[in-house]
């Protein structure tokens, strides 16, 4: 049946295709290269003038109001997590991850905000 | 008396097929497969569940079934048609991608561009799958829906057919979800075929920090670019990235939450069950028989095969390629991962990266090619619609 | 000063009646009861809230109710015929049975599969009933819409009458939720007067542990027999298995969370709603009145209540008849649970039995025949298509 | 208007449709007994021969990781069960239950796995 | 070869535009403002989001905008049109209202009712900017959908649009939501030059704890009393009040949440992006361009500024004006909040007081014109569907 | 184009509007007034007969059923009060609040129940 594809115009319609594909996947490459250069650049003549306030923001508001001890963040922590894994981890892993535990960027799941640091202690 | 008789003939029972056995108990092995296996369970369970609620047999005229349309000739639109009709329409995948942008992290391809042309290389399997159905003789736009299974990426798989090939939907997206769930046992023997032992073992830089900056950025560029190159991409990639920024903005995770949340979750379920529900083995439109069990599934399960092998292949060559001109090589294997599958041909990658060098992470680097795949495939289907509408 | 007139015209105060006056209170009781007396808060709050909205007066012609499709001659569809449609094309009962199924638990009927019967006999009050509708002068459509209210099941009640009297549809559904909200009160005199204060007192042997296994092969065997016997039931079975499967099948609780919980509740506002403002008190369709408040909405409350009655009885008296061939008495108190409406009978019947006995728990026991009512009237519906579609 | 009835053929519809509900029903109970008779005999067999690993895939993955002693364990099940009763209680009871407030089977809810049996002990 | 020269007439490149890149640039500004400037991110993202989307070109055929419907010639209805249908049918801002009822608490307007004259007062702005729109030459239904711009209400402008001028949804959207994120700018010249100092520092009585009774009894007046006046206004009315009746009930949770939640989430995201991609640059019906980029446009966005100023105006004075009759004087600046703009003109007013009275704490008191400015205006929407419907 | 709004009866139009927005918000001020009015001399007539048992209902479960000392209860509350802000704090505060942190009415959110009296102590 070789004669359908060549009556389809199969081959130049398979051929246009897998250029668009790589035309349009190299410019998207390309585009957030030349982006990340010039960001890269600003960061850098921006840094030598003021220290980035960003990072204050991002933090969560807990430093601001809760002065806790050490012992204390540790038993609230433990709580979240226990919390967290009881309610959410099944959740979590299993919308992207069918056969591990291991962690992974594409697990890290930061979009819930529930991974403190303080948890990897215990 | 008569009224019993009347009634036996409109149950199941009356009406029961071999087709129609035989479609259950694919629906109750999709089932098993998906519980016991954990092939794929979001997905596999409700088409499996749909499959067994297709292929309940009634007698013609009741409007049950996901075809009885009153533009079918049923006295009334039935509720699985209601369902069935965010398939066919193609709302329901761009929904799915909304809510897959708000929960994926695309890092790994930022930090590291170059690896697009993995997720590129790995689209041959479309386009080639493509020439293999004209070749068993489906036509141009069946064969183009049918191409789209090498993408390995469910919505856009159904979205494509919905809009060129409706009738062959079923077949097209179970065959998609089942080999994604099966890329397992697909993909590492191509690995072990054309890659070397040292090859395996290359080990990759870790990738640099990525700033929230560039993260924003990210949606709106490939949108952008990928729409500008092909505009029939656009209700999928200006739905994932949509989801995306909704998520990297920092500033509406309210909308984020929701999208990848009930909202992914709401057109899952009717998604996969009326994509389920809509294997009747047998079904006649002008005497034609177009239901499950026919040659062209048969076909259609064998080039989907074909496509992903060939994909898979695409990719891995591809990263050899690649390492012909760059300083610093990249592992081949990521290559693989260029099908999408998301995520799982990137953890089959690392898993079998590890069996030669434990300590080898790859799955970082992994994520980069698999979620390039995924706009690649989404670019190819705009193709096709461009061509083709 | 002629504009105001014709805005006055067009306001409210121009065009109540005094059924609208009626109406609008009825439906501040149901708010009330709803509120105050917590019957059945999540459907007659808002039910009554529509039944208010449903009869604030409007000049013709604005598309404000229900009714105003582009279909019956209004400029465009209403906001609330939108709402409605999802209410007349039956999809919202099969949704929200959706999201019952993921959150309802069927260990009591599997453990102790003899009590189905008990469900199955309830379900008499579905067809005397029909009968007694037939006897007042109702065709036949809607006599089985009617005889559905004495499944005692809001979604049933509602994908009925949406199926063969949608013009009937407003009375039914509020009968069979206010019904619903008083079945402590329509129970236990029915209770009493069957039983002998020994039966009441009767304990049953706690029931043994249900295997997941079991729990997930249920859903299955459900959908597949029930479906089977009577395929017009696939949209309410078929939905309310798949919830229960989602839910155990125990690798989808993503979504099994989402169809119980968001799903569920946009489907029960919008449901309840889109019933309270189909109530409109008068309203002509080719000069003839049918509107809430007619002869014939009189009736359909009468028959709601005397299905749910004879429902109590056959169930009860079932019971009593089993107990003839059973080594292992049950209580036949628990037959009354077999109307449904899940699970407010099944606490009737508790808390019937530990006035008697204050240490006696039949709440567990209850359940099997209150979901087995479920899939009995779901069935009931089935057959009820069959014939008459 | 007894004729109303003959006329639509009432009597045979009616007498039809509960045999109809009767055998869907007794049809599903006896599937499931034949089903549970089944895998009662299957497990009996396989009993013998291995320990089942099932349970311990269900547990969560607590134990595997934070060891606790009692005390704390106590006071995370605490702030757990409180935090539950906020936050899920008055929603899981007004989906089924609008009356009381005994523990049955139907509002066991263990759909959302919150009940810990440590929390029982409080 | 002819092929990649007939694939590249179908990429965005080929049918690039001025007014495109123009729209284009405009997206992602109102993307900076949303993201950098926090204006209103939960509806100026998506809709920055969507004016990309909407104008990226493709070749005609294709059926990928929000107005590519079967009804205008395309081959089917793509997946954006059917979005797009949620927001022309006008339901997608009756279901936001039930979420944003769902979420307001109206204690402010019942422990203080006379209040609500403030926002009453404020929609002055919505009938004299009908009446400048006229004086430009905008029609009638036109003048009507730009004068309710006034109202600063999203929900209610779309609404109102969308019955009446539907070509112009996309400027008078984007108008209304832009104006309210920049209210913190327009307002407070306005408070400085209509009040002295004096008034300024007027303090106002804590209010009195309304009861729950009150807060139940308060939705069902107001939609009794707003669709008897104005029965145009019940599906935006009747939906806010059922949203807070389902609130303050104490019954019925579950649905709240869900009404304020996913329900409102995924209505946001749909409608704001939706609205965003209906933006397209030039569009031509019947050779007239109907696009955004055209004088109506600008028209229609200076007519927003000067009703967001003359709303502003009309609170203010009517405060001073009650005043004149109050033994309690009013601070006269909570007559801004009468604008709607809610919570952001409330939020406004309490900033300004406290910069001449830095104890002076109004937000509480001036959310009862604020939200009596929402019913006002959707109260204003019913009229004008009244007199041209 | 002074015609314009001659021709389409405009000043008619805006007047007749302003009245019924003026007369549709006076007339529910008058009536939320009345039934306030009416209300209020109902409770002081039943005040003076029974004590009030609705707040009682309101309360929480907590207190009945779980008994604990003020420093478990600070510990408690502090693991919740933590875990809310992480998971819910930007949220809520993003609804409706874009440009402060103040508390205020419109921001006190009740709706969710999420203000313990107890956690303001900390
Ligand atoms: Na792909
Ligand atoms: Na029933
Ligand atoms: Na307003």
Redesign the interface.
Not at chain 1, 10 to 32: D, R
Not at chain 1, 94 to 100: A, D, E, L, R, V
């Given at each position: 049946?070789?004669e359908?594809?060549l009556q389809?115009?199969?081959?130049?319609?398979?051929?246009?295709?897998?250029?668009?594909?790589?035309?349009?996947?190299?410019?998207?490459?390309?585009?957030?290269?030349l982006?990340?250069k010039f960001?890269e650049k600003l960061h850098r003549q921006t840094e030598r003038q003021t220290a980035p306030p960003?990072p204050a923001e991002?933090q969560?508001?807990?430093k601001k109001?809760?002065p806790?001890t050490d012992e204390?963040l540790v038993?609230?922590a433990?709580?979240?997590?226990?919390?967290r894994?009881?309610?959410f981890?099944?959740?979590q892993s299993?919308?992207?991850?069918?056969?591990?535990e291991?962690q992974?960027?594409?697990k890290?799941?930061?979009?819930?905000?529930?991974r403190?640091t303080i948890t990897r202690k215990? | 008396m008569d009224m019993i008789i009347q009634i036996i003939r409109t149950t199941g029972f009356a009406n029961l097929e071999w087709g129609n056995i035989i479609m259950i108990i694919v629906g109750c092995i999709a089932i098993y497969l998906a519980i016991v296996k954990k092939y794929e369970p979001l997905l596999l369970l409700p088409i499996g569940f749909g499959v067994i609620v297709g292929n309940i047999p009634y007698i013609q005229g009741l409007p049950l079934g996901v075809y009885d349309t009153i533009a079918s000739g049923a006295p009334q639109n039935s509720v699985f048609s209601l369902i069935y009709f965010g398939v066919t329409s193609g709302i329901f995948p761009p929904l799915i991608f909304l809510g897959i942008g708000a929960m994926t992290d695309f890092s790994s391809l930022i930090s590291n561009p170059k690896l697009v042309l993995l997720g590129a290389a790995a689209q041959i399997g479309i386009f080639i799958t493509y020439l293999g159905a004209l070749l068993l003789g489906f036509t141009n736009l069946e064969a183009a829906s049918i191409g789209i299974i090498g993408g390995a990426d469910g919505p856009t798989s159904i979205f494509l057919s919905s809009q060129l090939a409706p009738h062959l939907l079923g077949p097209i997206a179970i065959a998609a979800y089942s080999y994604m769930a099966l890329v397992p046992l697909i993909q590492p023997p191509i690995m072990k075929l054309l890659t070397t032992a040292k090859e395996r073992k290359i080990r990759m830089k870790p990738a640099r920090k990525v700033t929230q900056r560039e993260k924003i950025l990210f949606p709106i560029i490939v949108v952008i670019v990928a729409a500008l190159i092909a505009p029939g991409s656009l209700p999928l990639v200006g739905m994932l990235m949509l989801g995306n920024l909704l998520k990297e903005s920092g500033v509406t995770d309210r909308l984020s939450k929701t999208a990848g949340n009930s909202l992914l979750n709401i057109c899952t379920i009717l998604l996969s069950f009326a994509v389920g529900a809509s294997t009747q083995a047998t079904r006649y439109v002008d005497g034609v028989n177009v239901g499950f069990l026919t040659q062209k599934s048969l076909g259609i399960f064998f080039l989907g095969l074909f496509s992903f092998s060939i994909a898979t292949f695409g990719g891995l060559l591809f990263a050899k390629f690649m390492n012909l001109f760059l300083k610093e090589k990249i592992n081949p294997l990521i290559g693989a991962a260029g099908v999408s599958a998301v995520p799982d041909s990137a953890r089959v990658v690392q898993h079998f990266a590890r069996l030669y060098d434990k300590d080898n992470y790859l799955l970082f680097h992994a994520m980069a090619p698999n979620v390039a795949g995924v706009i690649g495939s989404a670019i190819a289907a705009g193709v096709f619609i461009a061509i083709f509408r």
């Open positions: 049946m070789i359908n594809i389809n115009d199969g081959l130049n319609i398979a051929l246009s295709g897998i250029i668009v594909v790589f035309a349009g996947l190299i410019l998207i490459a390309v585009t957030i290269h982006f990340n960001f960003k991002k969560p508001i807990i109001t809760i806790l204390e038993v609230i433990t709580a979240i997590e226990c919390y894994r009881i309610h981890e099944t959740l299993q919308i992207t991850f069918k056969h591990g291991q992974s960027a594409w890290s799941g930061q979009r819930f905000g529930q403190l215990l | -």
